[in-house]
């Protein structure tokens, strides 16, 4: 009797931890961030996200974003009058994907959106309920690849990772 009762709540625990997988209470790893990525260098305002890397006293700061929605996060960067650049650094991450921007910039603001079929645009969702970010503060870079960029496309985290290694950028 008592194996069976044990054998009875095994059976239960496992089913109650299959439900809480399927309904998504179990979070996946690929949201964490990566190793020595710090929660700073930027702010959610408005529905908009604000980087400001000038607060790590650094000249490049290397910036990991993750899209934590099911459908794909638009990325529309707004310029302000003392932009240095000509040229918008728009970006689209897929969802459950990273991707990396590098930037010189003093400061820089982006409006999140997703695809709704009405607008080429899009419609206007709140950043920080859509991306999750952090920033190296310290990193070497090399003479060839300093400047504003987005260094990895969209991609797993390791991936990520990787692609910022390879390129020759170094996090610490």
Known sequence: MKFL??????????GLMTTCVEAGAVKSSEDKSPLGCKDLGYKFELKVLRLLPATTADRQSLYFMYNSQSKPINLYQMRHEESTRSVYLNHVIRPGQWAVLSTSEPGMTYICAMD????????????????KVCEYARVKYGMNN???????????????????LRYGIIPR
């Open 5 to 14: 009762l044990r054998q009875l709540s095994h059976v239960m625990l496992l």
């Open 116 to 131: 709704d079929g009405k607008s080429s645009f899009g419609r206007v969702v709140d950043c920080e309920e859509s991306l």
């Open 146 to 164: 300093r400047g504003n960029f987005w260094v990895v496309d969209s991609t797993s985290r390791g991936a990520a990772v990787n692609d910022v």
